[in-house]
């Protein structure tokens, strides 16, 4: 889908006649971090909870995904961090490692999934 403003026309009949209500659609833009707080100096630990800060978050906590992927050093499963609450410019996850998981792990973010 090309970046831009579109036109969504949605259709009511209304006692066998039709009457249309333009509804502008907006893409969503993709989530930007700015800054990661909550873990300690040496790493971050099972329950922890990370602040992530930026914009162009979602307020509903769900929509909001923490993605971790392996980088070299990373053992064990991947670790997931569910979002817990979230504003448009901040959201709180909860880390859940496993207890085989360790070393450095990629991290991004995909709002309503970009």
């Not at 929509?63 to 971790?68: D, E, P, T």
């Not at 050093?73 to 085989?100: D, K, M, W, Y």
């Amino acid at each position: 889908l090309a970046q831009g403003q579109w036109t969504l026309f949605l259709w009511r009949a209304t006692q066998g006649s039709q009457n249309y209500m333009g509804l502008v659609v907006l893409p969503a833009r993709p989530p930007v971090v700015l800054a990661i707080e909550g873990c300690a100096p040496g790493g971050c630990m099972a329950e922890d909870q990370i602040t992530v800060t930026g914009y162009n978050f979602n307020r509903l906590p769900s929509a909001n995904a923490v993605i971790f992927t392996p980088t070299l050093g990373s053992q064990g499963a991947t670790p997931e961090c569910p979002c817990i609450t979230a504003t448009l410019t901040r959201f709180v996850c909860q880390l859940r490692v496993r207890a085989a998981s360790v070393g450095p792990w990629a991290l991004w973010v995909a709002v309503l999934g970009q």
